[in-house]
């Protein structure tokens, strides 16, 4: 029976990942903030604190309690778009809260540290994405996801802290925040077609991503402590097809049972067109993924989405840069990209 930490517990990737180790008998402490996560997303049997990875102090106390043995660091504000104009809040959160946990881990002997980066860190005009291309993340996102990387890299040379990294890409699922305008395209939509607004997307739609439902991945990221073939890896983890925002409109239209529904197009943002990774490295290690069609995923969302209603979608409050901010964050409106 391990002890484990689920960063991010009470949020989307981190709900699942806290239900898939209680199944594994794991004792399970949640932190979360509730920024973007909520207490019901968290499965009974959980411990949850509430509480911010960026409070030294809280963590640091809570490794002296728990002496967990594993750590699964889930939590993030992870809105690639927004980040450009909100620089110090995402390294605050992505990096400055991340160091915390790696600190506290090697000073109470953590055995593994799980890591959830992104494929962010690859940046543009590098498809199909694969762990051996040098990263060139064009977002201040996928910086700091990049720079967690290498610390857990450089904090295993000088201490031995075993880590495993995962690049999760365009993740979607029950417990999706649905009311967060900036980011999960997936989820923006069925809010919107629950609140009977225009389908919202930024320029032509021809964008794509390989959509990736949460139960697929969660899987591997949960055994990775046991799989000592994982440790000091990086593995990109998530469905193997892209497809258009254009076409993820349609599944979901399809889904909620509004194939008519409006679109409306915001100018074109400066976003990575086409992203998708290759998962070779993750099949050689984890053998083969479990593999949920897109219109199966979806569907299951939409029931989820259905049964718990839309959900209200505010503004982000604390804008750092103003200047390029595109004009659809600077109203009620929400274009969507990926």
Not at 165 to 172: A, K, M, Q
Request: hydrophobic share 40%.
């Amino acid at each position: 029976m391990s002890r484990s930490l689920v960063t991010g517990g009470a949020g989307f990737i981190g709900a699942h990942l806290t239900a898939e180790l209680l199944s594994h008998g794991d004792v399970v402490t949640v932190l979360d903030d509730l920024s973007g996560g909520f207490t019901d997303n968290v499965p009974a049997g959980a411990t949850l604190v509430e509480g911010s990875i960026c409070d030294h102090e809280l963590v640091d106390d809570l490794f002296a309690e728990h002496r967990f043995d594993h750590v699964y660091h889930c939590a993030a504000y992870a809105a690639e778009g927004l980040s450009h104009f909100i620089k110090r809040f995402n390294y605050t959160n992505n990096v400055i809260g991340s160091v915390n946990l790696i600190n506290a881990s090697v000073n109470y002997d953590v055995k593994c540290f799980v890591f959830t980066s992104s494929i962010a860190v690859y940046g543009a005009n590098q498809v199909p994405m694969t762990e051996a291309m040098r990263p060139e993340p064009e977002d201040s996102y996928g910086i700091a996801k990049y720079a967690v990387e290498r610390e857990l890299a450089v904090t295993h040379r000088m201490f031995g802290l075993p880590y495993v990294i995962f690049r999760p890409h365009n993740v979607y699922g029950e417990f999706q925040n649905i009311g967060d305008r900036y980011r999960n395209v997936l989820g923006i939509f069925m809010n919107q077609i629950m609140q009977e607004e225009p389908l919202s997307i930024f320029g032509d739609g021809e964008q794509t991503r390989a959509f990736s439902y949460v139960g697929d991945i969660v899987p591997s990221i949960a055994s990775a402590p046991t799989v000592e073939a994982a440790w000091q890896q990086v593995f990109n983890i998530g469905a193997d097809t892209p497809y258009s925002v254009n076409q993820l409109a349609d599944a979901v239209r399809a889904a909620l049972g509004a194939p008519d529904h409006p679109v409306r197009h915001f100018p074109e943002r400066d976003e990575v067109k086409h992203a998708f990774s290759d998962h070779s490295r993750l099949r050689e290690v984890f053998g083969e993924p479990r593999s949920t069609a897109l219109d199966v995923g979806i569907r299951q969302m939409a029931e989820w989405a259905r049964s718990n209603g839309p959900r209200a979608s505010g503004k982000f409050d604390n804008i750092e840069i103003e200047r390029n901010l595109p004009t659809a964050w600077q109203t009620d409106d929400s274009g969507v990209g990926a």
